[in-house]
């Protein structure tokens, strides 16, 4: 984990009091400050700060009416977690520019009041790497015939995307969908046959063709599709606006619309879709945000 220093303006609109402090933790910020209403405490987790990371944003207060944040033009709700503790994840895009972020927490009192505070985020610079790969010049320039159906697949994928589950459905840490060999290529930018440019939204775990894909956590399967690109597919919604991908497979044995439990399997490892070989092709989606799924692997979540 690296060493992070996150800005945090507090303000207390109750009392009119603006205080500013800079805390420098390691990969974390832990503001705790005492209100009428007893302690107020704020805490991240993060592995980094810089595209394609995740930031978990927890928030524990004996009590209050409501809280949400707003970041990058979007609103968040906290979710329930036990110990009295509420959260929200927040991601930082893969096209995400660096500089810093504002994020805005509002705290509604059960009086009428509301607390508000200002976190600023230093977004880091990140360079990432670029390869070179063959495939079948039809995955180029798809035939006329697919055009159609390609388009038709990037509106179903969008449209789980966008549907929303106000509460955790997780429980405890994720882990690492399949055994193997694992590329960590989030991001890398990619020249397929020469010409073709993309960038790459998930890591890449080599094994063998028929070894077990699992749920990366708890969740409910919302989509299984054979995508033109991705082969065959599944998308696990988490709640909370996150959801799991998991591409190329050669068979898949969960069912749409049923909960699964973390570590369930939920098909096999293939070589479906766009590929150069068999493997599973993991991705993680935080809203329409891409996200590297290895950044969750740090964050702990209750059971």
């Known amino acids: 984990m690296r060493t992070s220093t996150i800005i945090v303006q507090v303000i207390y609109y ?47 207060m004996p009590r209050f009416s409501s809280a949400r944040a707003y970041f990058q033009g979007r609103k ?17 895009d893969l096209d995400a520019k660096p500089g810093i972020q504002n994020l805005d927490i509002n705290i509604d009192l059960s009086t009428g009041y509301t607390k508000k505070y200002s976190f600023k985020i230093p977004v880091a610079e990140w360079a990432f790497s670029i390869r070179r790969l063959s495939v079948d010049e039809r995955y180029i320039v798809p035939p ?40 960590e290529n989030f991001g890398e930018r990619r020249i397929f046959n020469n010409t ?48 799991s991908i998991y591409c190329h497979l050669s068979k898949v044995l969960a069912k749409e619309g049923e909960f699964v439990r973390k570590g369930d399997i939920v098909g096999n490892v293939g070589s479906t879709g766009r590929v150069t070989g068999p493997h599973l092709h993991w991705g993680v989606m935080l809203f329409d945000r891409c996200i590297n799924p290895l950044s969750l692997l740090h964050l702990s979540f209750d059971e």
């Open 144 to 183: 006329p015939e697919m055009r159609e159906r390609i388009i038709k697949e990037r509106a179903l994928v969008d449209s789980v995307y966008r549907s929303y589950t106000p509460r955790w459905l997780g429980y405890g840490r994720f882990i690492v969908p399949s055994t193997g060999s694992m590329r």
């Open 14 to 60: 109750c009392v009119g009091i603006l205080l500013i402090f800079i805390p420098a933790y390691c990969g974390a910020f832990d503001l705790t400050t005492r209100s009428d209403h007893g302690d107020i405490r704020i805490t991240s987790q993060y592995r980094n700060l810089h595209p394609g990371e995740i930031i978990k944003i927890s928030l524990k």
């Open 196 to 243: 073709f440019h993309s960038r790459h939204r998930g890591v890449d775990i080599r094994s063998r063709r028929g070894a077990w894909v699992k749920a990366a956590n708890s969740g409910k399967v919302v989509l299984i599709h054979n995508l033109y690109y991705a082969g065959n597919t599944v998308i696990i919604d988490h709640g909370l606006g996150l959801f």
């Open 76 to 92: 968040y709700a906290f979710a329930p977690e036990q110990g009295g503790s509420t959260f929200l994840l927040l991601g930082l």
